[in-house]
């Protein structure tokens, strides 16, 4: 199978018409290179609240309500991409208005049949928490598609290797890690997140991040990362556990060939296993108190 993460550029685009021409073309390029399964980064919906102009864009609050309008038609615009490439594709998250008086941050998953369901962020960030008010969604999912069993971890996410573990043992073999980081520091927290993920469950971990400025809007106004696909580092898959890896702030497409029996032959046939010892180790994860004399 052929794994496409995208580094991903946020335009304020125009209207309706320009999202949908961006997005086909994104989708179009990889999948003319053979991509089975493609990834796009967190809040990469935030361009749909430029549609309602420079004044509501570059309002925090304003352009949740903005870009959480367009959820069904961006939605849609997705599952009849995946249907017209015979792919599956991660949509950018974005803010969703489900049921609730605050937005979670929500990324949809769609397969050549159609949407597959929806992934919801899980630990907001300070910002989020703090300043913006998005809020933790629904509980984690792991998706079967004819590639293999996906999971999604979304940006902070993937920092916590029990959100990872619990997807691994409902039996996720590829893990996908949609982010939006604004300095070097957050974007490599989260490289070395996806990294250990990927170590620690001995699986695929596929990270598509958000890439240069956006000034028009002060939620993504910043963006830095490299898109990467990671592997554990041992049999079957490269000794440094990248596979492949784009330029820092490069906007385009990373992809990679990855056989999908790799995953199981180094599950039980790895110089180590991680996957299989995780058990062991949470067993073991106590503490004495010290003796006190």
Known sequence: MKLAAAAYPLDALADWAAYEAKSR?????????????????????????????????????????????????????????????????????????????????????????????????????????????????GPLHVFDTGLGRVGVLICYDAEFPLLGRALAEAGAEILLVPSCTDALAGYSRVRVGAMARALENQCVVVHAPTVCDAAWSPAVDENVGAAAIYGPPDLGFPPTGVIAEGELNAPGWVMAEVDPTAIARVRSHGAVLNHAHWPESATRAQVLPRDID
């Open 25 to 137: 073309e994104w989708v179009g390029a990889a999948a003319a290179a053979g991509a089975d399964l493609l990834v796009f980064p967190e809040y990469g919906r935030m361009e749909l609240a430029a549609f309602d102009g420079a004044d509501v864009a570059g309002d925090l609050e304003a352009s949740l309500a903005a870009a959480a309008r367009w959820t069904g038609s961006a939605d849609r615009l997705m599952e009849d991409l995946a249907r017209e490439h015979g792919v599956h594709i991660l949509a950018p998250s974005g803010p969703v208005f489900d049921g609730g008086s605050r937005p979670v941050n929500r990324a949809t998953f769609c397969g050549p049949a159609g949407k597959l369901g929806h992934q919801d962020k899980q630990v907001m960030t300070r910002f989020e928490r703090e300043t913006w008010d998005v809020v933790p969604g």
